[in-house]
Every structure is written in structure tokens, then in C-alpha cells.
């Protein structure tokens, strides 16, 4: 297989099997890594170094998951902190780009596998490793987003990605584990959902979620309380941003990482946050996701809001554009992109007066924004008010105002209706 494998190279990044020698493997310690660790040795005869990477996934025991890299034979196995990277250079700049994909993708995954697998390059270099392997299938976006990241950023280094070539369906990968000691996490009777999460949300995939027509099954939120279960009693966060970025929750200045905890666990009380998502994919397949994204579907609508009230209409009406291509860019994996950089550029011009703070009511799944305060809003109550008051607003001027607005729409309305 390994002969046929290097006749079959359809990229110039991929390995040839004959130069595989030491493998840096992005390790979870879920089942399709943990068998790829001993694949990898039997295969190619190569050692593998182990990388777990934590971007603040709920619940996750990282000894463990050292420990059991190490039990399956791994030579070195590395977990990195990264959230505070992730937050600051990722997430940051996210919430600047009011970045949704889709019709309420927050993109958590798009923004993290770039940073994983730079990650992945960091340390394959300083371990010795020619090669970097990870654990995503031939059909989805995060093989785009790993390779070309990898690719970009060290072109000396190849890749293998064995769920791609093994062809091994679930239950041969789950007798592979069992042949080879290999421990096989919540049994083995069903498939589980496919799962990926991080500080900024979590996605579901598989199981009855590939039937569109069936409604989502409790089991599924394992993050966000479902709405009808969430306290009878609103509650409302005060949020407060700093040049776009959030600073601050119900007065309390945070560091960005506890703070998007902090909203994503009261979000999550409240039920905020449920997406369920059918996906244009990169790859061209479309495919459904439930989302669970409580952080994001509170402060994504709180600093769009903080940031239409600071801005113009020439600047709200650009920026949306912008925004799109953002979050489009990052989905499809091009997060190294100069386009991207050149966007951010205008991401963080465009965000140095959204300062201020939005109040937002949380109930029962909704999050609702409910106040507004900021010393750069384009906003003055005196002027907005219905009653008269002159100063910089003259309603005299309206009617010469709408005369000339109108003017060519009107004769363009009676060219086309003259008798
Ligand atoms: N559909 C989302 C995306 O493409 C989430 C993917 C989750 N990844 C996973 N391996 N389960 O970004």
C-alpha cells in the first residue's frame, strides 16, 4: 500500500511513504487518532511525536491524554496551552469581523485549525519530525484548512493523512484498537457524534443529523441547557469593548480567555446558542452541523451593535461586505491569505472607536441586546427626538433635502409612465 500511496501523490506536500521517519501527530486521544499513533509506527516504520493542542475544550483531561500517547508508543508527546494565542489572534480579530459564515456559523473551527496546525509546524521542527500527520477525512474542510496551512508555513515538511487512504470504516478501526490494546472511549455498540469544540463553540455532525428531516434529539446539546429546561428568570450581561475587543462582563474587567468562558457559560445556562446549520462546505458537499456557540451568540450581536452605533452609514454599509469575505476567507481555509491581513488592517482601523458597552437580556435561548452606551456613538438623543429643538438639525431643510434626493428617481418614474 505504501508503493501504491507514492504512485497515488496528487500533491506535492503529501509524503513519500520511503521518506516517513518521524511523524508529528496531531493527537486528540479520540479513537481515530489513538489507532493512527500505532498505524503510523506498523506502517511506515516511523516514530511519532504526540501534539494536543488546548483551545479551551470543555472537560478535556490533558494528563490523560498525554498518558495514553505515550502508552501507545509515541517517543514524545507535547500538549500546549494555546488558548490565550487563540483568543487574542484568532477569536480577537473574529469578533472585529463580525465573522458568521453561513446563517450563523461563528466559524470556531475555521479559526482554530489554522492556529493547530501552526502549531503542528512549531513543533515538528524543533522535535526533528519530516513529516505532520492528522486525523480529518477526505470529505470535510479541516483537511483544507491543516494542509494548506502546512504547506504555507513549511514547505519542507510533508503530510499523511491516514483517515483519508485507510479506508478502515469505524468498526475495522474499532477491532484495530481492540487488537492492538488500543482503549475505546464510551464503548463501541454506536457511532457517537462527530464532535469538534473549543472556547468559542462546539459542532455535532453524523448520526440522525445527516437525516434533514429529523428534528434534533436531545442528547446532542451537551453544552448549551436546552431552552425549555433554561431558568424561568431573564438575566442581563453588560458587556463592555475596548477598540472592538470585549474587556469587561457586568463591570468586572477580564482577560479575554476567562471572559469568553465566563459568557459562554451563562449563555449556555440560558439556552443562547443553538444552531442548527446546513453548510455549504468547501469541498463542495452540503452538509447539516448543530452548532453550540453560547460565548459567540452573545458577543458576535453586542459589539455588531456597539459598532453600527459608533459607525457611519458609509462605514456600516462597507464594513458588512468586508465582513462576509472575512469570514468567507477563513472558512476556506486560506486564513494566510494576504487578502486576510489586508482585511484585518481595515478590521482594526474600523474597530478603534467601538468602546462602549451593550447590555444584553438573556431568556430562555434568546439574547436580546437591551442597552447601548459609548462615548463615540454617532447618537444624539436631542437631535433623534421627535420633538423640535434646532440646533444642527433644521426641518426646514427636509423638504429641499427630499426634492434633490429624489430627483433623478422621479424622472426616471415619468420617463417610463409617459403616456
Ligand atoms: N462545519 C464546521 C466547519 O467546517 C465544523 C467542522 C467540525 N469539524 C469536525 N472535524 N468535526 O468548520
Redo the contacts with the bound molecule.
Keep these: 500500500m505504501s508503493k501504491d500511496d507514492a504512485q497515488a501523490r496528487t500533491a506535492t506536500y503529501l509524503a513519500d511513504p520511503a521518506e516517513v521517519h518521524r511523524v508529528l501527530l496531531l493527537y486528540s486521544g479520540g479513537l481515530d487518532t489513538s489507532v493512527m499513533l500505532k498505524w503510523i509506527q506498523d506502517e511506515y516504520e516511523a516514530e511519532v511525536v504526540a501534539l494536543t493542542v488546548n483551545l479551551g475544550q470543555p472537560g478535556e483531561d490533558y494528563d490523560v491524554v498525554k498518558g495514553k500517547a505515550m502508552q501507545l508508543g509515541a517517543v514524545d508527546a507535547f500538549v500546549v496551552d494555546a488558548r490565550e494565542e487563540f483568543a487574542h489572534g484568532y477569536v480577537a480579530p473574529a469578533i472585529k469581523a463580525n465573522a458568521i459564515?453561513g446563517l450563523g456559523?461563528p466559524?470556531?473551527?475555521?479559526l482554530g485549525?489554522p492556529l493547530i496546525a501552526k502549531l503542528a509546524v512549531e513543533y515538528a521542527r524543533r522535535t526533528g519530525c519530516d513529516t505532520i500527520a492528522h486525523g480529518?477525512?477526505g470529505k470535510?474542510?479541516?483537511q483544507v484548512?491543516i494542509e494548506s496551512t502546512v504547506a504555507t508555513l513549511a514547505p519542507e515538511i510533508k503530510v499523511i493523512a491516514p483517515v483519508r487512504s485507510w479506508k478502515m470504516g469505524r468498526d475495522e478501526e474499532v477491532a484495530y484498537a481492540r487488537e492492538h490494546g488500543i482503549p475505546v472511549k464510551g464503548g463501541s455498540e454506536s457511532a457517537p457524534y462527530?464532535?469538534?469544540d473549543n472556547l468559542w463553540g462546539r459542532?455535532?455532525?453524523g448520526r440522525w443529523i445527516e437525516d434533514l428531516t429529523v428534528a434534533p434529539h436531545d442528547d446532542v446539546f451537551q453544552l448549551v441547557t436546552r431552552p425549555e429546561l433554561a431558568p424561568d428568570e431573564p438575566e442581563t450581561v453588560e458587556i463592555e469593548f475596548e477598540a472592538g475587543v470585549p474587556v469587561g462582563l457586568n463591570g468586572e474587567r477580564l482577560g479575554l480567555v476567562e471572559l469568553l468562558e465566563r459568557v459562554g457559560e451563562i449563555g449556555a445556562r440560558h439556552g443562547v446558542g443553538i444552531v442548527d446549520?446546513i453548510?455549504d462546505?468547501?469541498v463542495g458537499l452540503k452538509?447539516r452541523?448543530i452548532?453550540e456557540v453560547p460565548a459567540a451568540a452573545i458577543l458576535l450581536p453586542a459589539h455588531a451593535e456597539l459598532e453600527r452605533l459608533v459607525g457611519t452609514i458609509h462605514q456600516n454599509q462597507f464594513k458588512t461586505m468586508l465582513d462576509q469575505r472575512w469570514a468567507y476567507l477563513v472558512?476556506a481555509g486560506l486564513w494566510w491569505e494576504p487578502l486576510r491581513t489586508d482585511i484585518d488592517a481595515y478590521m482594526d482601523e474600523a474597530n478603534s472607536h467601538v468602546t462602549g458597552k451593550i447590555g444584553v437580556k438573556l431568556f430562555k435561548g434568546s439574547a436580546r441586546v437591551v442597552t447601548r452606551e459609548s462615548p463615540y456613538a454617532v447618537y444624539d438623543a436631542q437631535l433623534a427626538t421627535f420633538s423640535e429643538t434646532g440646533g444642527l438639525f433644521s426641518q426646514e431643510a427636509s423638504p429641499g433635502f427630499i426634492e434633490l434626493w429624489s430627483l433623478q428617481s422621479r424622472m426616471a418614474w415619468q420617463v417610463r409612465h409617459r403616456a
Design positions: 459564515y456559523y466559524l470556531f473551527t475555521a485549525r480529518c477525512t470535510g474542510n479541516d484548512r462527530s464532535i469538534d459542532s455535532s455532525e446549520h453548510e462546505r468547501i452538509v452541523d452548532y472558512y
